[in-house]
């Protein structure tokens, strides 16, 4: 189902306006940051013209039939063009398809929607294509380009827009939605500030990252059964840089404290749980604390000249070394 981020209420408030009043523009350039959900907002824009019976507020109403062809992205007045498959640009054929469609009458006697994206996308051709029907629409038509880039479109595309530039939400907004999408919402102020503030992008970010910390800490369960070989593994961890690996080590480290010395409420790696458990039974406390202090002087060295590599082997050659108390049938 297509819903609004909360940050676009007013813009698409204004849209549905613009349509009541019959001021519509027959091309609509949205544009701004990456990752700010542009093209959700041209989605649920396109579904609302295309809805029979649309709600008080322009939202489509998700029950009549062009929006279960909507749904089904089968609604034959609905044109998406994007680049195709193997390829990065929109091509002259794709547009001439695309006019030869709409020179037949709509299906359904409403809007015809036409979402191209990214719109910077398009070649000279495809885009001197365009030109013709931005300069002459067919009736009931509306066009919504969408770009991150629109110095990058062709002046004479511009000029036949109507501009709609969206800007970064307002952080606390921003953050506020991104907390309740992670796993992990004390992360939402640094990784919104990575993503220069767009929350999607913010998002993307987020899941990458879960996925390489699964991933080494998949590795770091291996150091301590003797499964891996710390120097080959360091090598891989500090690519491209050790401080968010150190960073989660240093996690893990505190919470198998806090499992080993029964104050467990607070876990940093709540969804690590169970694997940190298993690791801190077999260590005693006194040897969980030199483990620590030791992440935390590698931390210390990670802004002075030592070099990555020697660091992250370091740790990670005490964690595998480090003596053991022998669980039921655990091989060291
Ligand atoms: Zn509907």
Redesign the pocket.
Known sequence: MNELYPWQADVFADLQQRRAQGRLAHALLISGPVGIGKQQLANVFS?SL?????QADGL????????SL?AAETHPDLFRISPEEDSKVIKIDQIRALIEKMSLSSHYGRYRVVILNPADAMNIAAANSLLKTLEEPPADTVLLLITDRPSFLPATIRSRCQSLRLALPPVEMAQAWLAVQLDNPRDAAVLLGLAGGAPLAAEALATEQLARRNSLLQGWQELAVGKADPVKLAAEWVKPDLHLPISWVYGWVADMIRLRSGSADRLTNEDAKATLQKLAQELDLTRLYGLLDRVLETIKLTHSQVNSQTLMEGILLYWSNIPRNKLSGQAK
Do not use: K
């Open positions: 579904q295309l809805c029979a019976e649309p489509a109403c998700g029950q009549c039939h062009a929006c909507y």
